[in-house]
Nanobody
């Protein structure tokens, strides 16, 4: 069974950086499209970034130039490097394995506040 475990969320000041990690078991990150989503307080979950099997990446406009999604095939994990964080980036961040049956992690809290 596929399992995803996120980590790296924290409280950070505006302009700061965080790196989220998603460790995957039960499948390989290199054979799947992997994505990050987030759910801000009181709002619906939204897609943030993805990396497909070929390494092609896409981002929601609001994070372009600030966030970078990557994967480490040897460690079977997907990361989200987040720079120049803004208060509106505050959310629970989820890792997702796309597919006919999607798999989700439990989420990690990111709070951007002074």
């Amino acid at each position: 069974q596929v399992q995803l475990v996120e980590s790296g969320g924290d409280l950070v000041q505006p302009g700061g950086s965080l790196r989220l990690s998603c460790i995957v078991s039960g499948t390989t990150v290199s054979s799947n499209t992997m994505a990050w989503y987030r759910q801000p307080p009181g709002k619906q979950r939204e897609w943030v970034a993805l990396i497909d099997r070929l390494g092609f990446t896409q981002y929601i406009n609001s994070v372009k130039g600030r966030f970078t999604i990557s994967r480490n095939n040897a460690m079977n994990l997907v990361s989200l490097q987040m720079n120049n964080l803004k208060p509106e980036d505050t959310a629970i961040y989820y890792c997702k394995r796309d597919g006919p049956v999607a798999s989700w992690g439990q989420g990690t809290q990111v709070t951007v506040s002074s």
